[in-house]
C-alpha cells in the first residue's frame, strides 16, 4: 500500500493540485486508468493530467510542468531513471488467420500492417531481416494503436507490445503469439523532474504509479500463449 506521507505542503486526502505526467499514447492506455482508479481512492481532489507528446523532448519538464515522464526503454534522459514495468515484442494477428499456424509462419505468409513513426519498431523487423524472414508491408500507420484496430477488421499480422495487445484481446478477437527470435525487452521507466522539491509529494507519486503498474508487472513475466485470444475464453 502507498504510505501515507504528508508534509506541510501536500496532504493526499486534501490537496488539490494537477498530477502531470507525460507518456506516449499505449502507455496512457494501459497504464492511465489503474492510475486514475488509485487517485480516486486515495486523493479524490486531484486532477490526472496525461500529456502524449513528444516524452523526449528537452523541454519536457519546464514547458507543461511535468511531474514525471514515463520512458520507454532505449530513448535516452539525462537524468536517472527507475523501472516501473516490463514489457516485450509479440506478433499479433486477425481472427481470420488459420489456426494452428506458428508466428513464423504468419509473419511470412500474412499482409503486414506496420508502424513506420517511431524508430523502436524498427527493432523487431531488423531481426527478422537479419533473420532472412521475408515479409510483405501491405500498410503503414503512424500510431501503434491503430495496429490492432485494423487487425480487427483486417486479415493480417503486425508487431506489437504485449501490454497494450493483451488490452484489446478483452474486448476484439485478437491473437498473441510469441515473437520467433531472441529480442531485447522492453520497458517503461519513471524520470522525474529534477526541479520537483516537494520530496513527499514525489515519494507519494512515485509508490501510487507502483502500485498502479503492478499488474502490468504481473502481466510481463506471463508466456505471450498464457494470455486470452478472444474476449469470450
Not at 499514447?25 to 482508479?37: D, H, I, K, N, W
Request: aromatic residues 8%; proline residues 8%.
Amino acid at each position: 500500500a502507498v504510505r501515507a506521507l504528508t508534509s506541510a505542503s501536500f496532504d493526499p486526502l486534501t490537496d488539490e493540485r494537477t498530477v502531470t505526467v507525460a507518456l506516449t499514447a499505449s502507455t496512457a492506455f494501459v497504464l492511465g486508468p489503474l492510475l486514475r482508479r488509485l487517485l480516486d481512492e486515495r486523493a479524490p481532489h486531484i486532477t490526472l493530467r496525461l500529456r502524449t507528446a513528444d516524452v523526449n523532448a528537452p523541454g519536457v519538464f519546464t514547458a507543461d510542468g511535468v511531474d514525471v515522464v514515463l520512458l520507454t526503454e532505449g530513448l535516452r534522459a539525462p537524468h536517472p531513471r527507475e523501472r516501473l514495468y516490463d514489457d516485450r515484442w509479440v506478433v499479433i494477428a486477425s481472427p481470420e488467420t488459420p489456426e494452428g499456424r506458428s508466428a513464423l509462419e504468419l509473419l511470412r505468409e500474412e499482409p503486414h500492417i506496420k508502424v513506420d513513426a517511431e524508430a523502436l519498431q524498427l527493432r523487431p523487423y531488423d531481426t527478422l531481416d537479419r533473420a532472412g524472414v521475408e515479409y510483405t508491408v501491405k500498410q503503414t500507420v503512424s500510431d501503434y494503436l491503430l495496429v490492432p484496430h485494423f487487425l480487427r477488421e483486417i486479415r493480417g499480422v503486425g508487431l506489437h507490445r504485449l501490454q497494450v495487445v493483451a488490452e484489446f484481446v478483452r474486448r476484439d478477437p485478437l491473437r498473441i503469439l510469441p515473437f520467433p527470435f531472441p529480442i531485447a525487452p522492453l520497458g517503461i521507466d519513471m524520470v522525474w523532474n529534477p526541479w520537483l522539491t516537494d520530496d513527499a509529494y514525489r515519494e507519494w507519486l512515485r509508490e501510487l504509479l507502483l502500485e498502479a503498474a503492478a499488474p502490468l508487472r504481473a502481466r510481463a513475466k506471463q508466456r505471450a500463449d498464457e494470455h486470452v485470444y478472444s474476449p469470450n475464453e
